[in-house]
């Protein structure tokens, strides 16, 4: 049972470039999530999304896109890469909120550098 | 003012030894609180799940919310080495959608 997987691992972009960071889980959760952590700092919310064809904006959106076309994939895109977009990214899945202590399952990250 | 503040660390200590970790926040709505565990490179793993007030154990971990204080404890008994790590606690107020808002994390580091 993989869990979430995320791709890359690691990735140095120019700035101005795009890209985009891949999720997928395969627990048949229907609620993901997108996190930046830069050093030392917690997890901050980019983007998450409640089921296929829906998503919402998080804590930090602004240079981000999302979308949910299958219950499996989340994909990131960032768009004119810069360089506070360094950091490492984590795609998270569950299968409901918060309600019935369901956790929160974590990829192991992208790290992302812009320069 | 952060919503959630968490003392970065480090903290070290010897194996065997009580430790105890905190957080406080600002938000009167949160409801939901969490710690997770995050080894060096990886992603973070749930630890300990509260809903409201209380304590929560389970096995060398006990987890102490007090609502009226706005401050949310861990506490480790007999740690261990492998309990190195960073242990980043987070909560929330929307138990429908399940945001978290997390502290920046304590590091930790037990010495055999």
């Known amino acids: 049972n993989a869990g979430v997987t995320q791709t890359p691992k690691f990735r140095i972009l120019k700035i101005g470039q795009s890209m985009t960071l891949q999720c997928t889980q395969d627990?048949?959760?229907?609620?993901m999530y997108w996190y930046r952590q830069d050093p030392g700092m917690g997890l901050k919310l980019i983007y998450y999304?409640?089921?296929?064809?829906?998503?919402d904006k998080g804590e930090v959106p602004n240079g981000y896109n999302v979308s949910r076309s299958t219950t499996e994939d989340f994909p990131l895109r960032l768009e004119l890469a810069a360089p506070s977009q360094t950091s490492v990214y984590f795609c998270?899945?569950?299968?409901?909120?918060?309600?019935?202590?369901?956790?929160?399952?974590f990829g192991d990250g992208t790290r992302l550098s812009i320069l | 003012q952060k919503e959630v503040e968490q003392d970065p660390g480090p903290l070290s200590v010897p194996e065997g030894a009580i430790v105890s970790l905190n957080c406080t926040y600002s938000n009167s709505a949160f409801q939901y609180f969490m710690w997770y565990r995050q080894y060096s490179r990886k992603g973070p793993e749930l630890l300990m799940y509260t809903y409201s007030s209380g304590n929560k154990e389970d096995g060398r971990f006990t987890a102490q919310v007090d609502k009226s204080s706005k401050y949310i404890s861990l506490f480790i008994r007999d740690s261990q080495p492998s309990d190195s790590a960073t242990y980043l606690c987070a909560m929330s107020a929307d138990g429908n959608t399940g945001k978290l808002i997390f502290g920046q994390g304590t590091t930790l580091q037990v010495k055999p």
């Open positions: 998270a899945s569950s299968y409901s909120g918060l309600h019935s202590n369901q956790p929160q399952h």
């Open positions: 999304s409640v089921g296929a064809g829906i998503t």
């Open positions: 627990m048949n959760h229907n609620y």
